[in-house]
């Protein structure tokens, strides 16, 4: 029985594609971890987890770098929530153009009375705001999210422009050829109206919209950032729309500084809160976490690559999660072979320091041969599966 942990309310509907070989328990003994934004320390985790997966696409509430020291694996769940933050990125481009926000304020603070029409066809002039019909959007990152927003907003009418160094083979079949790619961030920010934030948050993303990019933009550029708070330097953007360089700046991440200033919308972190994406996310979350568990296949790993081998079968399989050195695999294969083990099938596969290994066998083995691959330097987490 595989026992998982929950550290926050994991939509009902997820949980139930849990295999029965599964339970959900609340001790703190346990073989993996579903949670969504609940921040997590290496001291909360078991020792005998190997697996956290992340219902969402951000991982900066688990501290992945440890984990990855441990051999334990860290799933998120790109795209299960992609339409949603979508349906808001839209949302969010209308709000920046047409003063809608505004407008709802400045009218639910009329006083009740029978001018009320009369005084808002007089001042509705002040809320005037441009169609974004026909107007430049610049799309930064082309991911699950950014390729759905790209294509909506040429289904919008709008010129589009896409930026995604590292876009992969898969989300660029799924763009449509009416989205122009261009190689420089800069010239998104020099010729569009619209400019659109979906990469990761990482080190080397860490205010990647800046005081130097935004004084490159195009006077009056709109800004939207649905990703991460940090992506954007606050002061700067303040900075930018005091100063009118930026028309509005709508994040999804409040702060404390952008209360009460003006032209900044801050929605309350709400991107992915709807019912279909929570559970779509559960799903996708749950999936990932009992076929790494049950068969010891990776699919949407933040620190250790997707590598598949399907369902096991009759099978005896090892996985073994290591550093990313030279002769492993050799010292791997070469320890089964002494030890009289036949190897049937095997897949390698290697991200950045950390590398994963499958191994198939045709014959079963002593805990000594468990005992004796972990103990190979580099080696971080062994199981078997039998």
Not at 53 to 60: D, L
Not at 148 to 174: K, Q, R, Y
Not at 318 to 338: C, D, E, F, W
Request: glycine residues 8%; negative net charge.
């Amino acid at each position: 029985m595989y026992k998982i942990k929950t550290f926050n309310n994991i939509d009902e509907e997820g949980l139930a594609r849990l295999p029965e070989s599964f339970e959900i328990v609340d001790g703190e003994d346990y073989d993996g971890i579903i949670l969504r934004s609940y921040n997590l320390s290496m001291d909360e985790i078991s020792k005998k987890t190997s697996a956290i997966a992340r219902a969402g696409a951000g991982v900066n509430n688990i501290p992945v770098d440890e984990c990855s020291n441990k051999g334990i694996v860290v799933f998120n769940t790109p795209g299960a929530n992609a339409n949603a933050v979508k349906e808001l990125v839209v949302l969010g481009a209308l709000l920046a153009s047409r003063k809608v926000f505004e407008g709802i304020k400045w009218a639910q603070g009329l006083e009740k009375n029978e001018s009320v029409a009369q005084e808002v066809e007089s001042e509705k002039s002040r809320f005037t705001g441009p169609e974004i019909f026909g107007k430049k959007v610049g799309v930064i990152g082309l991911g699950a999210i950014g390729l759905l927003v790209a294509n909506t907003f040429v289904d919008m009418g709008c010129e589009v422009f896409g930026f995604d160094p590292f876009i992969s083979v898969e989300h660029a079949w799924g763009l449509t050829s009416d989205v122009t790619r261009i190689n420089s961030v800069d010239w998104l920010f020099e010729n569009c109206d619209y400019i659109t934030v979906h990469i990761p948050y990482m080190d080397s993303t860490h205010e990647f919209v800046n005081a130097g990019l935004l004084g490159k933009a195009k006077d009056g550029i709109r800004i939207i950032n649905f990703a991460r708070g940090e992506l954007v330097e606050t002061e700067a953007i303040i900075s930018a729309v005091q100063s009118g360089k930026v028309a509005c700046y709508i994040t999804d991440f409040p702060n404390e500084s952008f209360i009460g200033v003006d032209n900044i919308i801050a929605v309350p972190h709400l991107g992915a809160s709807t019912p279909e994406a929570e559970t779509n996310c559960a799903i996708m979350a749950v999936e990932e976490i009992s076929d790494y568990l049950m068969n010891g296949n990776i699919r949407n790993s933040v620190n250790y690559p997707d590598c598949e081998l399907g369902e096991r079968g009759n099978k005896i399989r090892l996985a073994i999660n290591h550093r990313n050195i030279p002769n492993m695999v050799g010292q791997i294969t070469s320890l089964l072979a002494s030890e009289h083990v036949n190897i049937d099938n095997m897949i390698n596969r290697s991200r950045g320091d950390y590398a994963y290994t499958i191994v198939d066998v045709d014959n079963s083995f002593s805990d000594v041969v468990m005992d004796e691959i972990m103990g190979i330097d580099g080696i971080l987490n062994v199981r078997r599966f039998v």
